[in-house]
Structures are given as structure tokens and as C-alpha cells.
């Protein structure tokens, strides 16, 4: 039995659009698809494209089938996969005797001698050179203190790892800099196994080894930086500041959860104050530079604790921009240390509401947590997470009197959530009163198939009485969602409205879909969107997408076929012949539709 897990056609049809999917229909067909190899998760394989070269496919898919990344080395900047990704999976789909199965790189590598793999290293490092500086920093000799414990772990490995996945990141990013792509890889991301790290060691209740590592990360991810463009990193460092935001979150709390004696803090701050100087988006350090030189003695924060403070909160003047993430931070460290009392001060003087709120259910105080929620939340999403707290305090009855009430906030659209937590809810504890309500709440923020489905089942008898009520709804909300909605007409067999919808939404991904479903009873008006597709794409003259029309055209001519109309098709590929007789790609093309 292949170890593949289990894909549907279905599945891959859904990450592409019309024209990628049936280009990658085409390659599959046609044996584009080359070298397809399955190891432990990841599938890749070798597709030949327009250039002389071969492009080629990376994927990984979980047990379940889902497909988690998906990387093809062709320049396609449209939606969904491309067809060289979609014509891949294909072959995994429908040909999977193609796919040769072996083993993952650790498994290959077990087993085999110091002198096997050292040769390895060398044949890989004469055959690609740039390799030659990942591996030197990956084998510098970690810098260990004195005393240090293995607990505390191999601080120069973590570096050389950093600085050996900057060079990498920056190297795949220079490529997207120099063709002025709109994305490219962040050199941030090379941090991200120091945060991982440094998070465990958190949760483990060791702040200082924490800070160890954030330290040892921080001086390789400058070092690493420092070897790169100095264009390219200040024009990097916009898209990089989101992403070091976590890094700098992590420092604050690391930093706040340590104990510090003044020495240390003052020691602390001289490192971060040099740090935001050399480092790429330095700025972000000034939260946790902020926390260390406030500490947890900072009188206005004090104050604030003991429940005595003003609209300034804990600030003695005005409050940074990161006032909000630092907050967060120390909200976590009070409430993992059992000071719920001062966190709820603190939350409410710094205007966390949110957490406010759940911190009072959180220490029985639910009653007068869901009135002052009443008063204060006008998001159906904050709504909707107090709500989740209390029923899992089990306030069952004030958590759906909170959640009925935040059904009356906001927009229709942002209802969706709470209106679907609510009716699911509520059915599964008896509460009938209120899942028709949040059933019908549901439909209108969210028309989907599945909520229109849910209210017609749970209806019932009742469903032909309110039939009209749930489509009125539908047709209110068509803009929103026209493809769920198209979707909708052809369960109920409504055609026209789905055609007429589909016509006014072309963008909407069911025109294929639609076409169809109703070209049997409708092939006059199913033909011609079929034809109005290929006439698009042939009267433009790209010729790059004559495949793409010719299944249009395909498309439509079975319908005429099995309409009984053969002479009109005739007549319509003979002026299409006409029409594009000077087209020398496009000509043969069609005359393969006479067969």
C-alpha cells in the first residue's frame, strides 16, 4: 500500500483558479510532469514549463491530506496554484504508481560513518561554494560559559544556526529584490527558532536562561545581518518591524519575569540601548528596554495596580505606542503568578477591556463581568470570547444572555462567529429559544451553504413556511457572497437566478460549475458563456492561454452536441476558422475540434 495520504480532486481544484486549473490539467495530461518523488510528507517533482529548463515543485501534506506549503520556482504571480503545482498533485491523485517513494534526508543520513558523511559535506561544498560559509558557521566552536549548564543549552550552535539561515533568507530574497517582487522572504524569520526556545524556557519558569538565549540570538542575527546589503537591509527594514514585534514581546517578558536586581536592569538596558542602534528596526526594542528600566517599581504602575489611577493609566505622561503589547505582557506575568486583584486594576487602567472582563470571570465575578461587558464591548468578537470564558466557568446561562446580546452589535458580517458559536451551542444545551435566533443571524452574516443548510435541516416541517424568508436574506446579501450564494440556487435548482448571478459576479470562481449544472436545460445560454470565455482570450491574442480557450470551447460544443444542435456548432467553428485563419498556433487547435 503507497503511503500517501488521502487527496481529492476536489481539494486541488479549490486552490486554483479556472484558467491554472485547466492549464494544469492540460500538463498532467500530457505528461509534463517529471521525477515525482515522495519523501515522508513532501512531495517534488521536475514540470516542464516554457523555459528550456524544467520547473520545480516542493509540497508538504500532512497525514491528513492537507496540503501545508506548496513552492513551484516559476515566476507565476496569479491566485491559487499554479499549473505546474496543480498538475503534480494530479499525478499523486491519478498516477501515484508514478511517484517514487524513498526515504527522508534523516533517514538516508542515519546509520552512515563520520568518514561518509564528512565526504558528503565535502563533495556537496566542491559542487555549490556558497554552502561553505553555512557549514563554518554551523561548526564554529560555541562560545560556553563557565559553569554553564547543558540545561542552559549550546548557545554557539543556536548562533551559527541564525547566521547560517540569514545568509540563506537574504540570498532567495536578493533574487525577489532585484525583480521587484512585492513579497519576499523575511530575514526575521532566522530568529525564529531562538523565540520557540526562549518560550519553552518561559513556560518552564526559567526567565534567566530565556535571556540567554534572546542574547545569544540577538548578537547573530546583527552579526549575520551585518554581512548583507546595507541597501537592501534599510529598505527591508519596514516588513521586518511586524515581524520582530514577537522577538521584542518576548525580550519585555522575559525581562519582567526574571527578578532583576538593579544592577542587572542597568546592565540589561546598556545592552538593548546598544542593540537598537546596530540592529535593522531597532526601534522595536524599545518596549523591552522601556520595561526594564520601569521594572515592576515604576510608581505610576504601582499606583495603577492598587487600583489608584486616571485616564493616564500607568503612565506618568503620555503612553508609547506599544503601550497596549506591554500590558499584555504584564497582565500574563500577574496572572501566572496569582495576582489576579492587581492584574484587574492594571487592565482596567490601561483600558484592556477584553482582558479585563475575563479576568473578573476568571475569579467568580461573571455577573458583574457580563453587565459591565453590556456597557462597554461593541465587538461581536470580544463579545464572543467572554462568552466562550463563562461557559467554560460554567456560567451557562450568563454566557448565552451575553452572546444573544452581542448579536445586536456591530455590522451584520462581523455577527458571523458568535452567531454560529451561539447556535451550536445552544442546541447542545436544550436552549430552543435560542437557536432559531442565532440560526437566522448566522444565514445573514455568513450566506454560506452550510449555514443555509443548517437552518433548512433543523427547520424541518416548518422549512417550506420560511423558504421565502431564508432566499430574501440570500438576495440581500448576494453581493457579499456570490459564490456561496450561487452555490445555494443550484442545491434548490433555482437556475436562472444562479446564471443571472453568476453573470453579474463572473469573478466569483462557479461559472464552470453552473455551466455545468444547467447546460442540459439551458444550452443556448450555457454555450455562450463558454464562448464568451475562449472569444476572450482568442480576440485578445494570448496566445499563452489558446489552451485555456480551447477547453472553453470544448465545453461548449458537448453541450450543442447533446442539445441536438451539431449543425449550429458547425457553423460557429467554421466562422471561428474563419475569423482566425492568420493565427498559425490557434488554427490547428481549433480544427482538433472537429473531431
Known amino acids: 500500500m503507497l503511503p500517501f495520504p488521502p487527496l481529492s480532486e476536489e481539494t486541488v481544484r479549490q486552490r486554483a483558479t479556472v484558467t491554472s486549473w485547466q492549464r494544469g490539467v492540460n500538463y498532467f495530461e500530457s505528461g509534463a510532469v517529471s521525477n515525482a518523488v515522495w519523501r515522508e510528507g513532501t512531495l517534488t517533482a521536475q514540470v516542464e514549463g516554457s523555459q528550456f529548463e524544467p520547473y520545480h515543485v516542493r509540497m508538504r501534506l500532512d497525514e491528513q491530506g492537507n496540503i501545508r506549503e506548496a513552492f513551484c520556482s516559476c515566476p507565476y504571480e496569479g491566485g491559487g496554484d499554479c499549473k505546474h503545482i496543480i498538475a503534480t498533485l494530479l499525478v499523486l491523485i491519478h498516477r501515484p504508481e508514478e511517484v517514487s517513494v524513498r526515504p527522508g534526508l534523516r533517514t538516508l543520513l542515519e546509520g552512515h560513518s563520520r568518514e561518509q558523511l564528512l565526504a558528503l559535506l565535502l563533495f556537496l561544498a566542491e559542487r555549490h561554494p556558497h554552502i561553505v560559509e553555512t557549514i563554518e558557521d554551523f561548526v564554529a566552536p560555541p562560545a560556553v560559559s563557565a559553569g554553564e549548564s547543558p540545561a542552559e543549552m549550546d548557545l554557539g550552535r543556536l548562533q551559527a544556526q541564525i547566521k547560517a539561515a540569514v545568509r540563506e533568507i537574504g540570498r532567495n530574497a536578493y533574487a525577489a529584490y532585484e525583480e521587484a517582487y512585492e513579497e519576499w522572504p523575511l530575514i526575521s524569520e532566522a530568529l525564529n527558532p531562538a523565540i520557540e526556545q526562549a518560550v519553552s524556557f518561559l513556560e518552564q519558569g526559567e526567565p534567566r536562561t530565556a535571556l540567554l538565549v534572546l542574547e545569544a540570538a540577538t548578537n547573530a542575527w546583527i552579526e549575520g545581518c551585518g554581512r548583507l546589503d546595507p541597501d537592501f537591509l534599510e529598505d527591508s527594514a ?26 542587572e536592569r542597568r546592565v540589561w538596558e546598556g545592552k538593548l540601548e546598544a542593540w537598537m542602534e546596530t540592529m535593522i528596526s531597532g526601534d522595536v526594542l524599545a518596549m523591552p528596554l522601556t520595561a526594564v528600566r520601569q521594572g515592576w517599581d515604576y510608581p505610576p504602575l504601582v499606583a495603577a495596580m492598587q487600583g489608584d489611577f486616571d485616564q493616564r493609566g500607568a503612565w506618568e505622561g503620555e503612553a508609547p505606542d506599544f503601550a497596549d503589547e506591554l500590558a499584555q505582557v504584564r497582565l500574563r506575568i500577574l496572572k501566572a503568578c496569582g495576582r489576579y486583584e492587581e492584574a484587574i486594576n492594571l487592565a482596567e487602567a490601561e ?8 479576568l473578573l470571570v476568571e475569579v467568580g465575578r461573571s455577573e458583574q463581568a457580563v453587565r459591565e461587558a453590556c456597557q462597554m464591548l461593541q465587538n461581536p468578537d470580544e463579545v464572543l470570547t467572554l462568552a466562550k470564558a463563562l461557559l467554560e466557568h460554567g456560567e451557562t446561562d450568563l454566557s448565552f ?16 462567529s458568535l452567531a454560529e458559536w451561539l447556535r451550536d451551542q445552544a442546541e ?30 433543523h427547520l424541518g416541517e416548518a422549512w417550506e413556511t420560511h423558504r421565502l424568508q ?52 439551458f444550452p443556448d445560454w450555457a454555450f455562450s458563456q463558454c464562448y464568451r470565455q475562449a472569444a476572450n482570450i482568442m480576440d485578445s491574442g494570448r496566445s499563452g492561454h489558446y489552451d485555456v480557450a480551447i477547453a472553453w470551447l470544448r465545453q461548449g460544443r458537448d453541450i450543442l452536441l447533446r442539445a441536438g444542435q451539431a449543425e449550429r456548432w458547425q457553423a460557429v467553428l467554421q466562422e471561428l476558422l474563419y475569423m482566425h485563419q492568420r493565427k498559425y498556433k490557434l488554427r490547428p487547435m481549433l480544427e482538433a475540434l472537429r473531431r
Open 238 to 263: 519596514a516588513m521586518e518591524e511586524t515581524n520582530l514585534m514577537d522577538f521584542a514581546e518576548i525580550w519585555t517578558e522575559a525581562l519582567l519575569s526574571a527578578d532583576l536586581s538593579a544592577k
Open 351 to 358: 483600558g484592556q477591556i477584553p482582558s479585563y472582563l475575563q
Open 401 to 416: 444572555e451575553l452572546a444573544a446580546h452581542g448579536l445586536t452589535l456591530g455590522e451584520t458580517h462581523r455577527r458571523a
Open 428 to 457: 447542545s444545551h436544550g436552549r430552543h429559544d435560542l437557536v432559531r435566533q442565532a440560526a437566522w443571524e448566522a444565514l445573514k452574516a455568513r450566506p454560506t451553504v452550510e449555514n443555509y443548510r443548517w437552518l433548512k435541516s
Open 470 to 521: 431564508a432566499l430574501e436574506i440570500l438576495a440581500g446579501r448576494s453581493s457579499y457572497a456570490p459564490g456561496e450564494i450561487t452555490e445555494i440556487y443550484l442545491l434548490e435548482q433555482m437556475y436562472p437566478q444562479a446564471m443571472a448571478l453568476v453573470e453579474q459576479h463572473p469573478w466569483s470562481g462557479k461559472l464552470e460549475k453552473v455551466i455545468q449544472t444547467v447546460g442540459d436545460e
